[in-house]
Structures are given as structure tokens and as C-alpha cells.
């Protein structure tokens, strides 16, 4: 005898069909979701662990929790205000209206970008959609503005009064990044213009080197001696957050096509042969220079080659991915080891990691070889500006290659602009830097806590609230 059907409950069905509506892709869902995982965790635990390890003992917490602070405090200004300012409807050619994201009648439907749908300020029909929810598309937006800002804290280590770095981190994301993101990916006017950045060579890497470079020069530098003497307290967990980074660089690129696609895995691809391709020059670089091979070197090397493919990741072949590891693993070795030695204004301005050099140069280096290598038919995959497309393959005598050096240009110039202001007007209440006694002892003066207990077994000077000092034990914690 047969089983008799099971009848399921209207309401249920109901329910299933909200929550899987007929426009939503597992696939994509899953995918980008994972991607945005993938971009987060090179927010954290990668660049926490890798900043942590890269910098002197006394400096690891510190450097550890400026990290893991700006991770936090970015999303709750990203759902509700820096979303919309950085993807939403326009309010100026270069900024979208601020506005919450936060509702579910926002982020249940399916996603929106204002990129995918107008070209020259007409609609596109049929307008190409994610098909996923817009809350998948916010997170994962939010994972790149907070690796933007945690980059740019590379270039501050070791003297940044955090009280000034919490203060700064949300006015950043408002005033400096959201423009470079609605003009490039909202539909803004550098999109409308045809400027290709795949996934943030502009937006997060140049934007970063760029605001990095001018917030070290109006902090000023470290000490001295932190500037004479420098030494990674530990390379081994330098080299695990470089491993995140690196492998987290797989959803960074992997993602922006928006779909689990052909472009996707092509753009995997290459950010993989562009970053091995790198780290091999730069290490070749330093054995023929210096006679050794520099663990720290391989980690710039490798940083530098993600940096300069994320313009054209999906964009270029295999073969252009391997000349840009090429140029990406030498260039920027030059202006770090050598033109840095030479040219007083970058003698002068203390990047304590070279964001400068790994982020905003290899950033400016990989748009402007995107701007000669782009392929149309790869651009036709995932640009909705059909026209762009490099010099090599006919872009109008190298207009294309001009457009991305102008592209880069604003966004040098804005981040500039943007960012002293902000700093100038946070000095106004809150002392940039750390007090002398901070930067001379440096984490347990600043927050109490070391990074390391092994030689001295717990012992370590106490601090008083008069500012004096003793020699002591710690004092034992109690448990919560």
C-alpha cells in the first residue's frame, strides 16, 4: 500500500518561498558570501597577526589593537550611513546620500548597484542584478572598507595616540573612502568616464597608501630610536598573517564579478601567478643586491603582486597577470630600497610599514598596466562600460591608459585633501600622537597589557596614576 502524500501546510510554504525567492542563486549567494568571509579575515585575523608580528616587542599589542579597533568600528558607520554614501542613489557626482541599511525591507530584496545598471546616466535594460540579497552585498562591501582602513594604519604603528585613532577610523570611512568607492564602483562620475578598477586598486589599496602617507606626515614620526631600530618581534606569526592575507586574496578578487563565474575563477587565477610571480622578483631583487633572501621582503613582494593585479584581475590574461607580477615585484622594490634613500620628502614622512610603497604605488602601477592590457572581450564579462578596454587592444592610442592615470589621480589627490582635514580637525581636541612616557615604553604604557610575559615571568613595571612608575609583579586579574 502506498504512503499516503504529505501535505505541507500553506503557511510553510509560504515561508520557503520568502526565504528562497525565484530570483535568488544558491550558488552566487553561497559564493559571494564566502568571499566576503574570505575578504574579513584578512582584515582579522590576518593583518592583526601580520602587524603584530612585523613590529618592534614593545609595539605588538598596540599595532595588534589599532587592527582589530578599526575592523569593529567600521561596520556599525557602514550600515547606517556609509552604504548608501558609498553605493546608494546620488547625491554629488563623486558621493551617494547617506542613509540606513539596516531594515529588512532594504536588505532582503534582491541586490542593487547603482555600477550595474546606468551607463552615461541612462538605465540599462535589462539592468544586470546580483542574484543574491543586498545584505549579502553590504557585508561584503564592508569587508573591503575595512581592510582599506586597517592598510592604512600600517603607515601610523608606533605613535598614533589611539584615543585620536578612535576618532578617526569613522570620520575616514565618511569623508574619505566613501567617495573614492561611489565614484569608481557606485556609479559614479570616474565609472560613468569608463576607469576600470576590478576589485579596489584605486578604492582600497591606492586610497590607502595615499591617506596612510598623509596621516603619518601631520602625526609625525616615531622615536628615534624605533625609527634607527626597528626588528620584527616575531616573523613566524608575520608570516601566518601574511598566509591569510595572501589565500584571503582569493574572495578579495575572486568575488567582484558579483557571481560564481568564469571571470571569478579567472580572476583566482591570476591573482595567484601575479603574487608568486612577485614575491619571486622581489626576493631575486634582494639576493642580488644584498646577497640574501628577506623573509620580510617575500611579504612585501607578495603584497605588492595582490595589490597590482586587483585593478585587472579579471580583466587581463595569464600572460599580462605574469608581467604585472614582473613589474609589481621590481618597481615598488625600487622606490622602497632605493628611491626612499634618496628623496628627502620620503626620507622625511615616517611610513612605518611602506604602505606607500607596497599599496599606493603597486595600486597606481597595476591601473595604469590594466589601462594597457584589459582585454574587451574579458571587460564585456564585467564592466557594463562596453568601451573600456586596454591599449594594446586598440583602446583609442592609449586613452585608456591616460584615463586611469587621471582616475588615480583623484583619488591620490581627494585622499589627501579628506584626510588632512580630518586629522587637523581631530588635533583640535584630541593630541595626534601618544605622550612621550607612551611612546618611550610603549604597549603597557598605552594599554596596560603586554604582548609577551616569557623572560620576565610576569614581571614588568607597574604604572601609577601619577604617571611614576615601579618595579613589580603583576598584579593577578580576577576572572569574570
Known sequence: MADPPVVVPMAYRNNSAAAVPDWLNKGDNAWQMVSAALVGMQGMPGLVILYAGLVKKKWALNSAFMALYAFAAVMPCWVLWAYKMSFGHRLLPFWGKAGLAVSQDFLIPQAFLPSTHYIDGAVEAPAAKPWYPTATMVFFQYAFAAVTVILLAGSLLGRMSIKAWMVFVPLWITFSYSVGAFSIWGGGFLFQWGIMDYSGGYVVHLASGAAGYTAAYWVGPRLNEDREEFPPNNLLLALAGAGILWMGWTGFNGGDPFAANVDSSLAVLNTHICA????????????LFFKKPSVIGAIQGMITG???????????????????????????????MSLSRKLPLLQKVDDTLGVFHTHAVAGTLGGALTGLFAHPNLSSLFLPVPKSKGAFYGGKGGVQFLKQLVGASFIIGWNVVATSIVLLVIRVWIPLRMSEEELRVGDDAAHGEEAYALAGQGEREIYTRNGGAQHGVDIEIPRV
Open 276 to 287: 608568486a610571480t612577485s614575491l619571486l622578483v622581489w626576493t631575486c631583487w634582494d639576493v
Open 306 to 336: 595582490l595589490v597590482c593585479i586587483t585593478p585587472g584581475a579579471g580583466l587581463v590574461q595569464g600572460w599580462a597577470a605574469l608581467v604585472m607580477g614582473i613589474a609589481s615585484g621590481t618597481i615598488p622594490w625600487y622606490t622602497m
